[in-house]
C-alpha cells in the first residue's frame, strides 16, 4: 500500500519561510516525478512544483525563485523550501508522485500566511 505522508505546514506570517516534507512508503521513487501541488479556498488545484528522476525541476511561476524542490531517494522523500511566503501563497498543500499511468497524493499539509 502507497502512502504518502505530508509535513512542515503551518501558520507563518508574510516574509517567512516553511520547509514542506513528504515522506513515501509501499513504493520505489528513484524513477518516478514527485511533486508539490496546492489549492486555495474556492480554486483549482495547482502545480507548485515538480523534480524528476533526473532531478530537473518545474516551478509555478508565482513560486519560481522564492521556492526550491529537491529530493531524496533514499529517504523516499521530496521536499519544498518556500521563502519570502505571501499570503497568496496561503492553501493546502499536497504532494504527489506520479509515474507513466499512476499518480499517488498525501492528505495535504496546510500553510497559512498571515499579512
Known amino acids: 500500500q502507497v502512502q504518502l505522508v505530508e509535513s512542515g505546514g503551518g501558520l507563518v506570517q508574510a516574509g517567512g519561510s516553511l520547509r514542506l516534507s513528504c515522506a513515501a512508503s509501499?513504493?520505489?521513487?528513484?524513477?518516478?516525478?514527485m511533486g508539490w501541488y496546492r489549492q486555495a479556498p474556492g480554486k483549482q488545484r495547482e502545480l507548485v512544483a515538480s523534480?524528476?528522476?533526473?532531478?530537473?525541476?518545474n516551478y509555478a511561476d508565482s513560486v519560481k525563485g522564492r521556492s526550491t524542490i529537491s529530493r531524496d531517494n533514499a529517504k523516499k522523500a521530496v521536499y519544498l523550501q518556500m521563502n519570502s511566503l505571501k499570503p497568496e501563497d496561503t492553501a493546502v498543500y499536497y504532494c504527489?508522485?506520479?509515474?507513466?499511468?499512476?499518480?499517488?497524493w498525501g492528505q495535504g499539509t496546510q500553510v497559512t500566511v498571515s499579512s
Open positions: 504527489q508522485i506520479r509515474g507513466g499511468t499512476f499518480n499517488y
Open positions: 523534480i524528476d528522476s533526473s532531478s530537473t525541476t
Open positions: 509501499g513504493i520505489i521513487v528513484r524513477t518516478l516525478t
